[in-house]
């Protein structure tokens, strides 16, 4: 018998059916199929033709195709029905700028799912509410649902990245030399950064985030030179408590040409990622894409203030983050400094 547990197959019941006529038991049809032998006796039992006391595989066929059936819709935990407390629960989160990551895990964290349509309390998944949400037929309600999710598309698709052109920065550290107990994020203070670039590439907002809390600072800026650069970051960061600026690991843009003056300023060590390689920061893209939700592509962020910005990371900073346990960042970053 395999690791891995598959369902039988139309000849594996023909085959136990002839098996059964012979005279064989369940452990001996079990070793002749490599099965179980619970496998075999359960299978007899659900194709049991009463009437002649005896196993058909038509039966077991239709058993199996009627409860895959009947799991389809079982599986369909939020119902047709919208005025049913669990599309209450799903429509009051997307209404309040959560992700349907959120939403389903504060139903595993704190209140599982109730309703009618249900045998008991269960919970849901993210891809529950996605395929619910995309599943509606087409309404108001239903482009007001998808304009709630963060990246709101009239439907669903795979995501593609594009290439950011390679510019050469003089006596840099690359991320090779960064030590390896940045990765675990056990020890705060170890920051990503990088642009947010607004209407034809004119105008730019810095964006910083730290690893271990995922707090996020948002830096204005007049242009994209680098000396406009150090003075936004060099700001931004001498807010933060000395223990908590270690590191800042950024991308190869130009912008980036004083790190030098930004590391000595500030006190950190400046590690660059490899060419063509955002991964390397990964939780300072998936901030931008979160940033981007609130100012998407094609803005004018010249317009905008270092109010505006902060307004934007009072929002990002109290998101309950499904990665810290539903808690926000601002609640895990202030408990780091009180700690410090």
């Not at 840099?172 to 675990?184: D, E, K």
């Not at 270690?246 to 400046?270: F, P, Q």
């Not at 803005?299 to 934007?312: G, V």
């Amino acid at each position: 018998m395999g690791l891995q547990y598959s369902h039988l197959s139309e000849s594996e019941r023909f085959q136990i059916e002839s098996l059964t006529f012979a005279g064989f038991c369940d452990a001996q049809i079990a070793a002749i199929l490599h099965r179980h032998r619970s496998t075999i006796g359960r299978e007899r039992q659900r194709g049991l033709w009463a009437a002649f006391g005896r196993y058909l595989c038509e039966f077991g066929t239709q058993h199996y195709s009627d409860g895959r059936r009947r799991a389809g819709l079982a599986r369909r935990k939020l119902g047709q029905d919208l005025t049913s407390p669990a599309w209450q629960h799903v429509m009051q989160g997307l209404r309040c700028d959560f992700s349907p990551q959120i939403i389903a895990g504060r139903f595993r964290a704190f209140e599982p799912i109730p309703g009618a349509h249900l045998k008991r309390s269960v919970y849901v998944s993210h891809e529950t509410i996605y395929r619910a949400v995309y599943g509606l037929a087409r309404s108001t309600l239903k482009t007001e649902l998808i304009s709630c999710l963060w990246q709101s598309r009239s439907a669903r698709r795979r995501q593609q990245h594009g290439r950011r052109r390679f510019t050469g920065l003089q006596d840099i550290t690359p991320i090779s030399l960064r030590p390896a107990h940045v990765l675990n994020r056990l020890q705060p203070g170890h920051w990503e950064g990088d642009l947010v670039k607004g209407a034809r590439g004119k105008s730019a907002i810095g964006t910083l985030v730290e690893r271990t809390s995922r707090q996020v600072l948002l830096v204005h800026l007049d242009d994209c030179s680098s000396g406009i650069a150090l003075a936004g970051f060099k700001h931004r960061l001498l807010e933060v408590p000395q223990a908590l600026r270690l590191s800042l690991t950024y991308d190869r843009g130009t912008e980036m040409a004083k790190h030098k003056e930004l590391a000595a300023a500030v006190g950190v060590k400046v590690f660059f990622c490899d060419a063509y390689s955002p991964w390397q920061r990964p939780t300072n893209e998936n901030t931008n894409g979160l940033v981007r939700r609130y100012l998407p592509k094609g803005t004018d962020l010249s317009e905008l203030t270092q109010e505006d910005l902060r307004k934007i990371e009072t929002l990002l900073n109290s998101r309950p983050r499904q990665v810290l346990g539903y808690k926000t960042s601002q609640e895990i970053f202030d408990a780091l400094c009180a700690h410090l």
